[in-house]
């Protein structure tokens, strides 16, 4: 079963807008992460919120997490067009095993 | 990517036939990863290595091999493919295993 559910899976903004993402994850953590994944590429790692961690900024990445809810949220403001891309999140679990990747939501960003 | 190689970038196979992809790291990370993705199921893990000759399976092993006898080469073989494999393989790279990982490019697979 998947640990990390990202939603929505798909958003369409207009540039310049704010975009939010949220991922709900099943078991206790020691980290989340998030990646960006243009078409046709890798991902690239964004950011990384410990669990002992509220909120975490990156230019213009702000991602917050909730252990007790277990949840996180990213978001990107001032989107630009370039911003069009998947975004996943990614859990590491205690334990040393391999991240767990959710599906991603497709952002679409209109100039 | 930097500091990361998969080869082929492309490659379509008959059903049955053998087909190894080969992930090279120039970064000397210790943890090396596969995953497959697909539409509709995110990536999932096939193999990871934690080290020279050491590997473990992931959620999705049925049908893969992988090797690595060297830190730089971490090495995925489908025995015998089937259409089921068709799919874009990721490989990614962590000096721990628990921060930021390094994708390649992907490979995109196909089995007909």
């Known amino acids: 079963s998947q640990q990390g559910e990202e939603d929505p899976q798909a958003l369409s903004i207009q540039e310049g807008e704010n975009a939010t993402m949220n991922c709900s994850y099943k078991t206790s953590i020691n980290n989340l992460q998030w990646y960006r994944q243009n078409s046709g590429r890798g991902l690239v790692h964004l950011i990384l919120?410990?669990?002992?961690?509220r909120e975490k900024h990156s230019g213009r990445l702000r991602v917050t997490l909730d252990t007790s809810k277990k949840s996180s949220s990213l978001l990107i403001t001032a989107s630009r067009a370039a911003d069009t891309a998947s975004y996943f999140c990614a859990t590491d679990l205690p334990g040393n095993t391999p991240l767990v990747f959710g599906k991603g939501t497709r952002l679409s960003v209109i100039a | 990517d930097a500091g990361i190689t998969q080869s082929p970038r492309h490659k379509v196979t008959e059903t049955g036939t053998p087909v190894t992809l080969r992930c090279h790291q120039t970064e000397n990370h210790r943890y090396m990863y596969w995953y497959r993705q697909d539409p509709g199921h995110g990536l999932r893990l096939i193999h990871y290595?934690?080290?020279?000759?050491?590997?473990d399976k992931g959620e999705v092993s049925d049908g893969y091999s992988v090797s690595r006898s060297k830190t730089e080469d971490f090495l995925l073989t489908l025995e015998s493919a089937t259409s089921s494999q068709t799919s874009v393989y990721f490989c990614?790279?962590?000096?721990?295993?628990?921060?930021?990982?390094?994708f390649g490019s992907g490979t995109r697979l196909t089995v007909v």
């Open positions: 290595s934690y080290g020279v000759k050491d590997t």
């Open positions: 990614a790279i962590s000096p721990t295993g628990a921060y930021g990982y390094t």
């Open positions: 919120i410990r669990s002992n961690e």
